[in-house]
């Protein structure tokens, strides 16, 4: 007998099996070389509901890198810190642009359009760490409290492999800086940035640290991270901008606010009801995970959850 709070057990295993026969998987991210030889076939996808029960399929206890998925959470660190002054910094439209494109910084005077793509990341990254004076470290802690993981930590050689090729969020971080819209040195920045990038989390810990988004605002503790109407925020972010220029067909197939990484992971929040992560590291071209995305298409078509 399947207890109440392992629901959607069944609907996992099935998708399992699905991604397991589906033929194409995409490409592991080889523009960060540590990441290139990650195999297309590995899959895990975990759900944690809102009393912090997690429980999954696959390699969902697995470690892997969680690149962009950490920018959910630098934003919503930062937006509970200094709440809206953050949005006269960087924007909350879609870009319809690559995660790391520079066109459409000059056109809007160095302010990105969204805290997702690489620029608007760099921007919340810089405040955050302004305001903390670590914001990776800050960013570190707060996984591990919402995960109840202790061992989450950065990949030292993912950092370096990052950094060592990382002339693109360096033009981003300089150009900002151009116009005013980043506070610390540039090297500091990318410092910090390609640290938050590199933390390895497994589907379990990332659904689990996602749960507040879930719970209006609220983290595992019982505490209030994020306002309900920040909480809001995010996620509508998440559903406009978390997988960059293919948020129409995320939100087309899945219906829920997510957040893709190249490292093949994607986050996503059922709002009120769960969080889910997904990881196989295979990636289309838009540098989301080919069957991450499939198995939560195939999530919320089973359930019949989404936000719509
Ligand atoms: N660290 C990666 C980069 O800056 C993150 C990109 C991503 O996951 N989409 O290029």
């Not at 033929?23 to 809102?50: H, W």
């Not at 914001?135 to 802690?141: E, F, K, R, Y």
């Not at 879930?214 to 901008?241: E, F, P, W, Y």
């Amino acid at each position: 007998i399947m207890s109440p709070s392992s629901a959607f057990l069944p609907v996992l295993e099935r998708i399992a099996a699905e991604i397991e026969a589906m033929p194409g998987r995409g490409r592991s991210a080889d523009y960060i070389p540590a990441l290139a030889s990650r195999d297309p076939r590995r899959f895990g996808m975990a759900v944690a509901e809102l009393d912090g029960t997690v429980y999954g399929v696959g390699e969902w206890r697995q470690p892997f890198s969680t690149q962009s998925i950490t920018k959910v959470f630098t934003l919503a660190l930062d937006l509970a810190r200094e709440g809206d002054a953050l949005w006269e910094h960087v924007g909350r439209e879609p870009s319809g642009n690559p995660f790391n494109s520079l066109v459409q910084l000059e056109y809007e005077n160095g302010i990105p359009r969204n805290p997702f793509i690489n620029a608007g990341a760099l921007v919340v990254t810089d405040r955050l760490h302004t305001r903390t004076g670590d914001a990776s470290g800050v960013l570190l802690g707060f996984l591990r409290a919402e995960s109840g993981n202790q061992d989450l930590t950065f990949d030292r050689e993912v950092a370096a492999s990052e950094a060592a090729h990382g002339d693109r969020n360096a033009a981003l971080g300089h150009f900002m800086a151009s116009y005013g819209n980043i506070g610390n040195p540039v090297p500091v920045l990318l410092e910090q940035y390609v640290r938050q990038c590199s933390i390895e989390a497994s589907c379990a810990d990332l659904a689990l640290a996602a749960g507040f988004l879930a719970r209006h605002g609220i983290r595992a503790d019982g505490t209030r991270l994020l306002t309900r109407s920040q909480a809001k925020q995010v996620n509508a972010v998440m559903l406009t901008c978390g997988t960059y220029d293919a948020a129409g067909d995320f939100a087309h197939r899945v219906g829920l606010p997510g957040k893709s990484g190249v490292g093949g992971g994607i986050i996503a929040v059922v709002p009120g009801r769960c969080t889910l992560c997904v990881w196989s590291p295979g990636l289309d071209e838009r540098g989301n995970s080919v069957a991450g995305v499939a198995a939560l298409d195939r999530f919320t078509t089973l359930t019949g959850l989404s936000v719509f």
